[in-house]
């Protein structure tokens, strides 16, 4: 039912036989490419989200120059607060700031109920010429943030060491955290909804800040509102991966949010992960970023480690634990790639 | 054997009866409190940690202000870097810094071997000079950062987001990086029981950074060095803690340590980290320092749950899953100090 010349990353997400193991890197269109940097010299980040051509550009750089078997749409997870009606500023030395950051319940009422089509169709159009400039190479993932992960951003305001605002609120007013959790779930569930209308394969949530609630606030600030995004996408057969940073517990009940694969940190063991959730759903992950600094032994090393720790068969997506770092050498980034298709060839018997 | 007027937190350190739970926590001398500030107008943070009158005065201000059943003697993990030859810097917005990180087996050389009495005289004045003032009140904790927690510092010179330096050097020359922590070890072991002798009556050990590791890189390069300290220690009954914060695995090989308490993150579950390390030492935790935010109903309820999965029974010291935050009004440390104080008769009878 699929045109694509390469979809062993949707075959290993759906748990079916594949001949190796796929691999990509989160944030792989990104800073550590020369051809990335070399586009956003001439445009801000912002523009480079909202210019289909130049989104396009970037997300099929890593597919050309690294050979990674999936691209992931260039994007940002705070177009969803922005479509929301709230100004985001790029401040170069302090990263992505909202200047009227959201504390109350007027705050709240002043966000908008987004229209994807219109507010969002930058990204739309996006999906769609890239999807045609990939020429059905590999799948496209479309991704998001988690509610509770633009939740924090949308109440600190920037960038946040202790998390103290979003913390009062759900502390003081839980009432307020929640109203505004469904209504970004809402928004989130519309915008994949499209995203996968506009051509996209397969979805990641990328639940960045799960990992700073306790247990019990995870599930009830976090893990709850990606259930419901989950159970409202109207999806063909398009795989969904849910990467909650930090979140290392629990995991048979994470899985019952309803996605069909799990992202993984660094820190977590793959191999023991994998019996806790008796392969009901695949795995992705999940090399330290920081590998990617070291001599090709020492990634080889690492990377084979993981693969042995998940074992023989399907299932597992090679990626990192978190986003490619910006100042690693692409030549390590492509002998990694390199490796896992050619060692991998031996968990699959 | 000992003439303390409050041996609470010592008693549960050694799992021993006690009729209500103790409580401290850490960081408590510091900059949530106007008493502190004041005395910190007037000198800056080294010279604070320098004086043993101004370490001893903000080390038993909680003591006085907040009734906490333990202090712990003010300092900092870096005093051991700078007895070891490295200069510090303390800049205002970027926090500390060494303007010569170590990088190589050159710089590794020209580090010193510590001589306590001489190079850290003033940490052992401080220490006797607060034992005579806290009269017996409460008991002394005496602290040191692990060494990988120390090494993080010294090799990267400054905060680090993705800690590339030191994981350069772990994956690129790990004999390095194990000389450099052997180094360290007989450093702080050499520090440790020098304030142990100065009067110190408990030793906590921080490895605030042992959580940026894979899970055997932890056991290689931090959890072996703590080891190796513990052993080292020349104590009469003076308990250790160890609060290596985001290690939330294998709790039963890393209290081989031979640690006498576990310290615990919040987002680790305590009732369950006590089944796993089956009674066989005490837990310290683990209250999300930003609970401090909330009212004060909140502050009792979350209170309340932790010490409820803690559950009956002796072995557990409150405290916070990470240091107290400097925005915390006052009046909520003290609120949450009182209600322990009251609420946990009734998981000791």
Redesign the interface.
């Given at each position: 039912m699929s045109n694509l010349k390469n979809d062993l990353f949707l075959r290993a997400c759906r748990q079916e036989q594949v001949e190796r193991t796929p691999v990509w890197m989160m944030r792989q269109a990104g800073r550590y490419l020369p051809e990335y940097r070399a586009v956003r010299a001439k445009s801000d980040f912002i523009t480079m989200c909202k210019t289909p051509e130049l989104a396009a550009e970037v997300t099929i750089q890593p597919v050309d120059l690294i050979g990674v078997d999936a691209a992931i749409l260039f994007s940002d997870i705070l177009v969803i607060p922005m479509a929301m009606g709230m100004h985001l500023e790029m401040i170069e030395s302090k990263g992505p700031v909202f200047h009227k950051p959201i504390r109350t319940s007027g705050d709240a009422k002043a966000l908008k109920k987004i229209e994807v089509e219109k507010d969002l169709k930058y990204v739309l159009d996006a999906v769609r010429l890239t999807k045609q400039e990939l020429n059905n190479r590999v799948p496209l993932i479309g991704f998001s943030g988690s509610p509770w992960t633009l939740l924090t951003y949308m109440v600190e305001g920037k960038g946040s060491k202790?998390?103290?605002e979003v913390?009062?609120m759900i502390?003081?007013n839980p009432e307020l955290a929640h109203s505004l959790l469904d209504k970004i779930a809402d928004a989130v569930t519309d915008y994949l909804n499209a995203k996968i209308e506009a051509g996209c394969d397969a979805i990641q949530i990328f639940d960045t800040w799960g990992?700073i609630?306790?247990?019990d606030e995870f599930f009830e600030f976090s893990h709850e509102y990606i259930t419901k995004i989950v159970s409202g996408l109207k999806r063909k057969n398009e795989p969904v991966i849910v990467f909650a940073k930090?979140v290392?517990?629990k995991f048979k009940r994470q899985i019952k949010c309803g996605c069909d694969v799990l992202g993984l940190d660094?820190?977590m063991?793959i191999g023991r992960v994998r019996t806790r959730v008796n392969d009901k759903v695949a795995l992705q992950g999940n090399l330290?970023?920081?590998?990617l600094?070291?001599?090709k032994n020492?990634i080889a090393e690492?990377a084979l480690e993981i693969m042995q720790s998940y074992g023989q068969g399907n299932g597992h997506i090679f990626n990192l634990g978190h986003g490619i770092?910006p100042?690693v050498p692409p030549e390590n980034a492509k002998f990694l790639v390199d490796f896992i298709k050619e060692a991998s060839y031996e968990f699959h018997k």
């Amino acid at each position: 039912m699929s045109n694509l010349k390469n979809d062993l990353f949707l075959r290993a997400c759906r748990q079916e036989q594949v001949e190796r193991t796929p691999v990509w890197m989160m944030r792989q269109a990104g800073r550590y490419l020369p051809e990335y940097r070399a586009v956003r010299a001439k445009s801000d980040f912002i523009t480079m989200c909202k210019t289909p051509e130049l989104a396009a550009e970037v997300t099929i750089q890593p597919v050309d120059l690294i050979g990674v078997d999936a691209a992931i749409l260039f994007s940002d997870i705070l177009v969803i607060p922005m479509a929301m009606g709230m100004h985001l500023e790029m401040i170069e030395s302090k990263g992505p700031v909202f200047h009227k950051p959201i504390r109350t319940s007027g705050d709240a009422k002043a966000l908008k109920k987004i229209e994807v089509e219109k507010d969002l169709k930058y990204v739309l159009d996006a999906v769609r010429l890239t999807k045609q400039e990939l020429n059905n190479r590999v799948p496209l993932i479309g991704f998001s943030g988690s509610p509770w992960t633009l939740l924090t951003y949308m109440v600190e305001g920037k960038g946040s060491k202790n998390f103290s605002e979003v913390k009062k609120m759900i502390y003081n007013n839980p009432e307020l955290a929640h109203s505004l959790l469904d209504k970004i779930a809402d928004a989130v569930t519309d915008y994949l909804n499209a995203k996968i209308e506009a051509g996209c394969d397969a979805i990641q949530i990328f639940d960045t800040w799960g990992g700073i609630l306790t247990q019990d606030e995870f599930f009830e600030f976090s893990h709850e509102y990606i259930t419901k995004i989950v159970s409202g996408l109207k999806r063909k057969n398009e795989p969904v991966i849910v990467f909650a940073k930090g979140v290392y517990y629990k995991f048979k009940r994470q899985i019952k949010c309803g996605c069909d694969v799990l992202g993984l940190d660094w820190t977590m063991d793959i191999g023991r992960v994998r019996t806790r959730v008796n392969d009901k759903v695949a795995l992705q992950g999940n090399l330290d970023p920081t590998i990617l600094y070291a001599h090709k032994n020492v990634i080889a090393e690492k990377a084979l480690e993981i693969m042995q720790s998940y074992g023989q068969g399907n299932g597992h997506i090679f990626n990192l634990g978190h986003g490619i770092l910006p100042d690693v050498p692409p030549e390590n980034a492509k002998f990694l790639v390199d490796f896992i298709k050619e060692a991998s060839y031996e968990f699959h018997k």
